[in-house]
């Protein structure tokens, strides 16, 4: 079974930057469009950032011009680079192919202090 184990989260200040990765076990990583999401306590999942399998992105609105999102498939790795983080971010952060096919994995908490 195909694993994601997503990394790099922690605890830093308000306006400060975190890169978060998270590596898939599978052979067909490359073959995938994928996407960042979050969940926040009592909230819904909800997907932040998305590339597709040519590199084009999307991101949701409130992370627009603060989050990127990057992948290397020779890695088998997809990358969030957050910056200007909020107290609003604070989550925990998983990723998935688009659509979803895999199991979600423990993700990797952020937690953004005012």
């Known amino acids: 079974q195909v694993q994601l184990v997503a990394s790099g989260g922690g605890l830093v200040q308000a306006g400060g930057s975190l890169r978060l990765s998270c590596a898939s076990s599978g052979r067909t990583f490359s073959r995938y469009a994928m996407g960042w999401f979050r969940q926040a306590p009592g909230k819904e999942r909800e997907l932040v950032a998305r590339m597709s399998v040519g590199g084009s992105t999307n991101y949701a609105d409130s992370v627009k011009g603060r989050f990127t999102i990057s992948r290397d498939n020779a890695k088998n790795t997809v990358y969030l680079q957050m910056n200007s983080l909020k107290p609003e971010d604070t989550a925990v952060y998983y990723c998935?192919?688009?659509?979803?096919?895999?199991?979600w994995g423990q993700g990797t908490q952020v937690t953004v202090s005012s």
């Open positions: 998935n192919t688009l659509p979803v096919l895999r199991s």
